[in-house]
């Protein structure tokens, strides 16, 4: 074959994340788009990073638009525009776009029909063969697991959109739950409970940033300061909360992951079982980062849970390894 450019990709309900073969990161941007809010086809605005910015404070004309939801594509058209997108920025150099070869990530539990819609929408961008790599498996060769192993291995993946628990094992998967409680229900959980317990609004991303800053103020013992609009005055306010009132607040989102882990464990068989207690399980994805979240699953559950070094790129940096393994891609791409 000819010359091409061969790298992976991580579409995300929350961020989009591109890397090379040889593992160099060249894109990790939030999966959000500016658009003209009478554009239609045409190119956004802005993409990533800078269009993220706008959610909550979008002026008019304009319109914030989250291509992927849950892992899957729902608009073709948006997904396709912000794909043409993402890639423009991703692959630089004119000769980097010919022919192009890539791995994309894919919920293990996504159907035919969601499945189909992700090739088409890289293929439509310009991406000359699409191979697709469940996620769960691109991001356990990303943290450097054979798949082809006679040995079972379980991961937990916690991303914006879905939590999904997969055990595979020797090019196969044994069993895969998911559940479309994680991280923007945590923010969610959040922003309720800012308004329940203390009638503060707050916008989307502060209510994120609270739940990303609970895992240091966890760990250093100090309260968390957040400040929005009060309920009743409209004014704005401060409030001071202490961080286990608001790891309690997030408990029960907590609870929909564990009750996924335990149905993929009742689905496995014994010896499969007897592996992942020895070894453990990883877990990866922005949402597993959340304060606890291991201690949890350790306690639940009784086996190690071990954080990927690189849990927010991970599934990428498997993907664009995936490329260039034809054995993996014959045992799961679903080709
Ligand atoms: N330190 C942190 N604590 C808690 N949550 C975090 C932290 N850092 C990032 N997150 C959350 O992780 C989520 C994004 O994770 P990730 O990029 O893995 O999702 P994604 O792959 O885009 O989504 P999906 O896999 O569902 O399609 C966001 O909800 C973000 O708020
Ligand atoms: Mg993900």
Redesign the pocket.
Same mark, same amino acid.
């Given at each position: 074959m000819p010359f091409s450019t061969r790298f992976g990709i991580?579409l @995300? &309900?929350?961020?989009t994340v591109v890397c090379h073969r040889g593992g160099r990161i060249v894109l990790n941007e939030p999966?959000v788009m500016a658009v003209r809010a009478d554009g239609g086809n045409s190119a956004p605005v802005l993409i990533g990073r800078e269009a993220r910015e706008l959610i909550g404070r979008t002026p008019v004309g304009l319109t914030t638009v989250r291509p992927?939801r849950?892992?899957v594509i729902t608009d073709l058209q948006s997904a396709r525009t912000f794909i043409v997108a993402i890639l423009r920025r991703a692959l630089r150099q004119p000769w980097e776009r010919i022919r192009p070869r890539a791995a994309v990530g894919v919920p293990a539990g996504a159907t035919s029909l969601e499945r189909r819609a992700l090739v088409e929408a890289v293929e439509e961008a310009g991406v000359s063969r699409v191979d697709l790599v469940p996620?769960p498996v691109a991001g356990a060769i990303g943290c450097g697991i054979d798949p082809l192993q006679p040995r079972a291995h379980m991961v937990v993946?916690v991303?914006? @959109? &879905?939590a999904e628990v997969s055990a595979f094992c020797f090019g196969g998967i044994l069993s895969t739950r998911s559940c479309r409680i994680?991280?923007?229900e945590?923010?969610m959980a959040l922003h309720h409970f800012l308004r329940q317990e203390h009638q503060l609004v707050v916008g989307e991303l502060t209510a994120?940033d609270l739940?990303?800053r609970?895992?240091d103020a966890t760990a250093e013992g100090q309260p968390l300061v957040v400040e929005g609009r009060d309920v009743l005055t409209s004014r704005p306010r401060l409030i001071t909360l202490d961080p286990q009132e608001v790891a309690d607040a997030l408990r029960p989102t907590v609870d929909g992951i564990v009750d996924a882990l335990t149905g993929c464990l009742e689905d496995l068989p014994p010896q499969a079982v007897g592996d992942i207690m020895h070894e453990g399980v990883i877990a990866f994805?922005?949402?597993s980062?959340?304060?606890g979240f291991e201690q949890r699953l350790e306690e639940e559950f009784g086996f190690g849970v071990q954080h990927a070094q690189r849990p927010?790129t991970c599934?990428a940096e498997g993907a664009a390894r995936v490329v260039s393994m034809p054995n993996v891609i014959a045992a799961f791409s679903g080709r």
């Open positions: 991580d @995300g &309900t929350a961020n999966s992927i849950d892992g996620e993946d991303g914006g @959109g &879905t994680a991280g923007d945590m923010t994120e739940k990303i609970l895992r994805g922005g949402g980062l959340l304060a927010l599934v």
